[in-house]
């Protein structure tokens, strides 16, 4: 499949390694917070979700970091692996609605 | 695999003409939500559909439309093709608002 967002933020990580990916959120009345993954030619993949009332909230090797103050949400992720190279978006949420606003992207390359 | 189903998967249309996409969500879900993704723009949300009736509409150019059936499937038409129409379309569903929403794997849309 092809690549889309070409012009994206690259993360290169050794195999092993932890990971770190950034978002900077822009509405500070959003209540909700999702990181998708998206390899290429496939769809958004749903990975982990927190609620504004969370600071914290952890899954299987991700861990997704929420700070209000500065509007900033951070995916974490342990012990990289080859599966884990794709694009990896956040995604904010207002209250009312389920519309949900993308950030650019960041693409995650993994060196083995 | 996210249970929404996308058709065509690829499709490649002349300027000036119209194109439907199809889109079948997970089973049990009511809202439906169309995404436009092109390489400059990423992931840009164009229209949401809940229990058949528009819920919010995003950066949709006049020349799309969208419908939802009752059968909960949607459409979305794509009318006067231009060449910078060209992008992938993805088709979401969840459950209803504040629910997490899955994508499908998109259609790939070429207009020449």
């Known amino acids: 499949g092809e690549s889309v967002g070409l012009h994206l933020p690259t993360l290169s990580v050794q195999e092993g390694d932890n990971s770190i990916i950034n978002c900077a959120y822009s509405n500070s009345a959003s209540d909700y917070f999702i990181w998708y993954k998206q390899e290429s030619g496939k769809g958004p993949q749903f990975i982990i979700d927190?609620?504004?009332?969370?600071d914290k909230r952890q899954g299987q090797r991700v861990t997704v970091l929420l700070n209000k103050t500065v509007k900033h949400l951070s995916l974490q992720i342990a012990a990289t692996q080859p599966g884990d190279s794709a694009v990896y978006f956040c995604a904010e949420e207002k209250a009312a609605g389920n519309k949900l606003t993308f950030g650019g992207g960041t693409r995650v390359l993994v060196k083995p | 695999d996210s249970g929404v189903t996308q058709t065509p998967k690829h499709l490649i249309t002349a300027t000036g003409q119209r194109v439907t996409l199809r889109c079948s969500p997970r089973?049990?879900?009511?809202?439906v939500y169309w995404y436009q993704q092109s390489l400059d723009q990423g992931l840009q949300f164009l229209i949401q559909?809940?229990?058949?009736?528009?819920?919010a509409k995003g950066n949709i150019l006049e020349r799309f439309s969208a419908q939802q059936f009752p059968d909960l499937h949607s459409e979305l038409n794509l009318s006067s093709l231009e060449l910078g129409d060209s992008a992938l379309y993805f088709c979401?569903?969840?459950?209803?608002?504040?629910?997490?929403?899955?994508f499908g794997e998109g259609s790939w849309l070429t207009v020449v």
């Open positions: 979401a569903s969840s459950v209803s608002t504040g629910n997490t929403i899955y």
């Open positions: 089973s049990g879900d009511l809202s």
């Open positions: 927190i609620r504004s009332n969370m």
């Open positions: 559909y809940y229990n058949g009736e528009e819920r």
